[in-house]
């Protein structure tokens, strides 16, 4: 019996896309061949996963949360689980506001939505960044691994082995979500043009990153490694 396999779409919102507050260059360019890979009739998905940033409008991770501090800089950061006041900071990004829980800018764009609706496999929305205290990257947990999201236990109660991931953005939730997934023990696939990155310059690095991590990068979507998935 083949192994079962899913779809992850990540971020692909508002707010991520051109014009929206946190864009990432030529993010809407992959929508189309976003759809055309959810097609059930061309793919052999067991199951497909929406991720969606839903942050409450007081997010720790927006700069305009924190005094004299901009958007893009890094700032330092401990973990919110009590009991670990001496765990290390650590420096991290901070952003300028980005899919607020209701806004229009967290939203999926329309065409997304449409898609979403005739998925005839199990499916799921997994909202992440929930907790106004924590960054969420990974779609499977919070920078800290301190709190979890409800994705591990979807797939494995789906008895996923293979994940295929794209979205946005390549260099943030893409990137920790195929780490995860792979920690996790899942067969992890990230199918590179069907990214967009946030900063253009670091993808070289970014690729790295995921092959230390046991990430296999798909550079083209006609890669045998997707065929055993075509009808």
Request: one cysteine or more; glycine letters at 4%.
């Amino acid at each position: 019996m083949p192994e079962k396999s899913a779809l992850l779409v990540i971020d692909i919102q508002n707010d991520f896309l051109p014009g929206g507050s946190l864009a990432a260059p030529d993010g809407d360019t992959i929508i189309p061949n976003v759809i055309s890979l959810i097609n059930t009739n061309h793919y052999n998905w067991d199951t497909i996963v929406f991720t969606q940033d839903w942050h409450p409008k007081d997010h720790t991770s927006f700069a305009s949360n924190h005094a004299d501090v901009k958007p893009f800089q890094k700032i330092p950061f401990k973990s919110p689980k009590k009991g670990e006041e001496d765990k290390p900071e650590r420096l991290e990004t901070v952003w300028p506001n980005h899919c607020v829980q209701h806004t229009h800018g967290a939203d999926f764009p329309d065409t997304l939505t449409e898609c979403y609706r005739g998925i005839s496999v199990p499916k799921t929305i997994i909202q992440k960044g929930k907790l106004q205290d924590r960054d969420y990257y990974s779609a499977f947990n919070d920078i800290w691994h301190d709190d979890s999201t409800e994705l591990d236990a979807f797939l494995r109660e789906n008895d996923i082995k293979n994940v295929y991931v794209v979205g946005i953005a390549y260099d943030f939730c893409v990137k920790y979500t195929c780490e995860s997934a792979a920690k996790l023990g899942y067969n992890t696939y990230v199918i590179k043009p069907l990214t967009r990155a946030i900063d253009l310059d670091g993808i070289k690095e970014n690729d790295e990153y995921l092959r230390n991590k046991g990430v296999t990068i798909i550079e083209d979507v006609s890669d045998e490694k997707l065929a055993h998935l075509r009808k």
